[in-house]
């Protein structure tokens, strides 16, 4: 039998492998953001520093104002998104032998916790478009 320390050696040095790596990716793009900041031509002009819009030259001051509620629809919408992304995959597992009423209350808390908040936003009026 091993000892621990040298299986808590084993185990972290994986970790160290990750880590290095994350640093790697780190270290690339600071390089190359250095790089690009250092050999490129900086020449601003007026006309860098418009807004493009399709050719069209910008009028106003580019504020626009936006109802929130599309905002709110939009939400709600990926809460759903989720919400279906679940379920498929349980569906297809839960007729597998291992699976059984641990994961269909655990489906129904999830579809609980949905519920309220599908009420909540109910009651507040955020559903109705008008």
């Not at 190359?32 to 020449?43: D, Q, S």
């Not at 498929?88 to 007729?95: M, R």
């Amino acid at each position: 039998m091993q000892e621990p320390t040298v299986l808590a050696a084993g185990y972290f040095a994986s970790y160290s492998t990750v880590g290095l790596l994350a640093l790697v990716g780190v270290l690339f793009v600071a390089v190359a953001f250095g790089a690009n900041r250092l050999l490129r031509p900086m020449v601003p002009t007026p006309e860098k520093l418009l807004t493009y819009e399709c050719g069209v030259d910008p009028v106003g001051e580019g504020w626009a104002h936006t109802q929130v509620r599309y905002y709110v629809y939009a939400f709600l919408y990926v809460i759903f998104a989720v919400d279906s992304i679940f379920l498929f995959p349980w569906a297809t597992v839960f007729a597998a032998p291992a699976f059984g009423a641990a994961t269909l209350v655990e489906m129904f808390v999830f579809l609980g916790f949905l519920a309220i908040g599908l009420l909540y936003a109910w009651k507040k009026g955020v559903l109705s478009w008008m």
